[in-house]
């Protein structure tokens, strides 16, 4: 049986209008979610919750408990929650700076190797505020996403709460605090909270007074207290 002859495509005739095919735009999500660490955690939650994830070989045992079941949910809560926040800003996040986009992509990867519910919610609220405030992150990004990354929840509870104080020390002693500083006491919370952020470089020792060492913030301290405002810990 003879074939019919190929026909050529159909193309615009002289003198007749083009056609015009529209694309429609991203969303504000999806003007953040084009982002390589973006996309490459899209399916993150139903990765968790199947089984195959990395903890799963190591401890099958956990797959059937209630903490993973609960961690599952708070982890879908707050990219919820984080997407809705995203979406009323979307103007702000049209114009996103180099800086901007990489501490909002930054923080939205963290939120992908935490299980602590008040990490999630200081991540989701960093994202949010470096949408705000394109002047905080100007410049020094990279040190923000690290410190973000690196920080736990009690330092970050820390750092909101103490980063106006002139000085911090640590003593037990009977003495009257000068003006403007913050004791931590020996062995407790606080001070657990002010060795980790002395590791992360945002706490430093200055030169020693006559009754104890004093410790100051770094430059970066305040930025990072900017883009921690609001959320659960401060």
């Known amino acids: 049986?003879?074939?019919?002859p190929k026909m050529p495509p159909e193309r615009d005739q002289p003198g007749q209008p083009t056609t015009v095919v529209s694309i429609p735009k991203p969303d504000t999500v999806e003007a953040v979610a084009g982002h390589p660490l973006a996309a490459a955690g899209a399916g993150i939650v139903a990765f968790l919750a199947s089984g195959?994830?990395?903890?799963?070989?190591?401890?099958?045992?956990?797959l059937d408990s209630l903490a993973r079941g609960r961690q599952v949910q708070r982890f879908e809560q707050s990219l919820k929650e984080l997407e809705a926040g995203l979406n009323t800003m979307h103007a702000q996040v049209?114009?996103?700076?180099?800086?901007?986009?990489?501490?909002?992509?930054?923080?939205?990867?963290a939120m992908f190797?935490?299980?602590?519910?008040?990490?999630l919610d200081?991540?989701?609220?960093a994202a949010l505020r470096?949408?705000?405030r394109p002047d905080v992150v100007e410049g020094v990004a990279d040190a923000?996403?690290?410190?973000?990354?690196?920080?736990?929840?009690?330092?970050a509870a820390f750092?909101?709460?103490?980063?106006?104080?002139?000085?911090?020390?640590?003593?037990?002693?009977e003495f009257a605090d000068p003006e403007g500083t913050v004791r931590v006491k020996p062995g407790s919370d606080e001070e657990i909270a002010m060795s980790g952020l002395m590791s992360l470089g945002l706490i430093y020792a200055r030169a020693d007074t006559w009754d104890a060492q004093m410790f100051e913030w770094s430059p970066l301290a305040p930025k990072l207290a900017e883009l921690l405002l609001g959320s659960e810990e401060g």
């Open 113 to 119: 190797s935490t299980v602590d519910p008040r990490k």
């Open 1 to 4: 049986m003879a074939r019919s």
């Open 122 to 125: 200081l991540l989701k609220t």
């Open 52 to 62: 195959t994830a990395p903890l799963a070989g190591l401890l099958p045992s956990l």
């Open 94 to 109: 049209r114009e996103l700076s180099d800086d901007q986009f990489k501490v909002v992509a930054e923080a939205g990867s």
């Open 144 to 155: 923000l996403s690290r410190q973000l990354r690196e920080m736990s929840s009690a330092e």
């Open 130 to 132: 470096a949408v705000m």
């Open 159 to 173: 750092l909101v709460r103490h980063v106006n104080a002139a000085g911090l020390f640590i003593s037990n002693e």
